[in-house]
């Protein structure tokens, strides 16, 4: 059981970037999936979910019209695109699994079973 989150980086405010989790088959095929992030000395947030089918999304308020997620299953990877970063965006992003076979999305860490390591993100101003 693995979650293998990659993409991240160092972005100037105002820009692009899409970080990438790779999930083991049995992980991903029925699970909800989710991202996370958590800055310096500050709690764990969600950030955004997807179920298993793709149909349901949420987003926290503060990434709401500016991040996507999306997953491609021919590939066992969810993908979230961030746009419009400024440094408060600034934080370790990590993916994590709910499930199996809900069409729940929640914004609840306590709710996610499954955790990757983390991908820095850095936006500079």
């Known amino acids: 059981v693995q979650l293998q989150a990659s993409g991240g980086g160092l972005v100037q405010a105002g820009g692009s970037l899409r970080v990438s989790c790779a999930a083991s088959g049995r992980i991903f095929g029925r699970y909800t999936m989710g991202w996370f992030r958590q800055a310096p000395a500050k709690e764990r947030e969600f950030v955004a979910a997807?179920?298993?089918?793709?149909?349901?999304?949420n987003y926290s308020s503060s990434v709401l019209g500016r991040f996507i997620i999306t997953r491609n299953s021919a590939e066992n990877t969810v993908y979230l695109e961030m746009n419009r970063l400024h440094p408060g965006d600034t934080a370790v992003y990590y993916c994590?699994?709910?499930?199996?076979?809900?069409?729940?999305?929640?914004?609840?860490?306590?709710?996610?079973?499954?955790w990757g390591q983390g991908t820095q993100v850095t936006v500079s101003s």
């Open positions: 997807i179920d298993w089918t793709g149909r349901r999304r």
């Open positions: 994590a699994a709910s499930g199996p076979d809900s069409d729940d999305v929640p914004d609840s860490k306590y709710q996610y079973g499954y």
